[in-house]
């Protein structure tokens, strides 16, 4: 897919504004619904209150002028962080944004000292599992969560 010039000025990741959970949402909506069909489910993404994720944890997201074109979730544990979800709007695919959010998750782990990034996918998710472990990240385990059969991933820093 080519990218056009528009998707190519999205800035540095900044945090999401306490109104952005239902943009996010659509954005997720996008990212991942290719997968339904894929995994006969819902993919968590999804469904994920991402007012609450904001709320809660750290949200960050990539502008394009004031469209958002990619979001990060990372939620904080004492001795990791994990990387709950990245999600970029199908357009823009092939823009190096996910990479940008993947390096800021990075970013953000190696300024509180956590020895390692974690996250999980589903199993039959092989782009992004491929994606991930070009980026660096081994799979730990599997484990079978409700309906879904995931795969973890870890990052050691």
């Known amino acids: 897919m080519t990218v056009s010039l528009k998707h190519s000025s999205a800035g540095a990741p900044t945090r999401a504004a306490s109104g952005d959970g239902p943009e996010i949402s659509n954005l997720a909506r996008k990212a991942f619904e290719h997968y339904v069909p894929v995994m006969n489910a819902i993919p968590v993404?999804?469904?994920?209150?991402?007012?609450?994720?904001?709320?809660?944890?750290?949200?960050w997201v990539l502008r394009d002028d004031d469209t958002i074109v990619a979001s990060l979730v990372l939620v904080w544990h004492p001795d990791h962080l994990l990387l709950e979800s990245v999600a970029v709007d199908p357009d823009c695919q092939g823009s190096g944004y996910g990479r940008k959010m993947l390096d800021w998750a990075l970013k953000r782990a190696k300024e509180a000292s956590v020895p390692d990034i974690r996250l999980y996918t589903n199993?039959?998710?092989?782009?992004?599992?491929?994606?991930?472990?070009?980026?660096?990240?081994?799979?730990?385990?599997?484990?079978?969560?409700?309906?879904?059969?995931?795969v973890h991933m870890i990052y050691r820093l």
Request: no cysteine; net charge negative.
């Open 45 to 59: 993404p999804m469904s994920t209150d991402y007012s609450a994720m904001i709320r809660e944890h750290e949200v």
């Open 123 to 150: 199993i039959l998710m092989v782009e992004n599992r491929d994606w991930y472990l070009r980026a660096g990240f081994v799979e730990t385990h599997e484990e079978q969560r409700g309906d879904k059969h995931i």
